[in-house]
């Protein structure tokens, strides 16, 4: 019999984190690549995005809760993103969702436009709402099941901000995915150009370094779970 060497082990933390099913679906995300590119987007790359999206999440829940546990609650409310954001700096992502959140009302600064003029709030969200706003909604599921893995909640108001959150990272990314694909043929966003758009829109060093580390092992270690939903009619894109 031939022997095989053994995978190194993950334990705590890198356990859970690399290993689990994102909680963000292979067809949401292509769904939301397919609102700015008509790419085709390879099964790699749907992986990395939905593993650097969650590691993103989780960063911010993980703040949260604990900001929550400093008053005994497992519920978290808007002023525990507040305070996450504040302690960590690296969780100030997903911004263009602040400008549509009453959490954020009065905490974005004044915008000016190009002659100098304060362009009033209700002028910068426009006469339509971005894609990435108008389909957060999309992302409740997937949120609901990283905060039960948290072991918290959120009242709606949280989770509609970390619905939107999620709706507005995943879709920069894929913006900048598709803007940077040129590892392969110019018509495909690969797993490479994940990666490079993460390094975009992460800024801090450490969640940077986790969210790649975490998406190169979830695409190198696919769970047979994972397979079974990339396989489903739903998922259609393919290496």
């Known amino acids: 019999m031939t022997a ?3 995978r190194p082990r993950l334990s705590g933390r890198e356990s859970a984190s690399m290993m689990e099913v994102p909680p963000f679906k292979p067809a949401l995300v292509k769904a939301v ?3 700015v590119t008509s790419m085709h987007v390879s099964r790699a790359a749907a992986w990395a995005a939905a593993s650097v999206t969650r590691t993103v999440l989780t960063e911010i829940i993980d703040g949260a809760r604990r900001a929550a546990a400093e008053e005994a609650r497992k519920k978290l ?3 525990d993103l507040l305070s996450a954001i504040d302690r960590n700096v690296e969780l100030e992502v997903g911004c263009k969702w602040y400008d549509h959140s009453p959490t954020f009302k009065g905490l974005t600064g ?3 436009d190009a002659e100098g003029v304060i362009v009033p709030t209700g002028e910068r969200r426009g006469s ?3 894609s990435a706003v108008v389909g957060a909604h999309r992302f409740e599921a997937g949120i609901k099941k990283l905060l039960r893995s948290h072991g ?3 009242v709606p108001a949280m989770g509609r901000d970390l619905d939107g959150i999620a709706s507005v990272f995943l879709t920069d990314l894929a913006r900048d995915a598709a803007g940077s694909a040129r590892r392969n043929d110019g018509r495909t966003v690969g797993r490479g150009d994940i990666l490079a758009a993460a390094t975009i829109q ?3 060093g450490d969640l940077r370094q986790r969210a790649l580390t ?5 695409t190198h270690h696919t769970p047979a779970g994972w397979a079974a939903t990339a396989n489903t009619a739903a998922f259609t894109v393919t290496c």
């Open 152 to 154: 918290v909640t959120a």
């Open 214 to 218: 975490e998406a190169r092992a979830a």
């Open 110 to 112: 004044v915008l000016y």
């Open 202 to 204: 992460l800024f801090g």
């Open 128 to 130: 339509r709402k971005p």
């Open 77 to 79: 409310v808007p002023g």
């Open 33 to 35: 690549f397919r609102d």
């Open 4 to 6: 095989h060497p053994a």
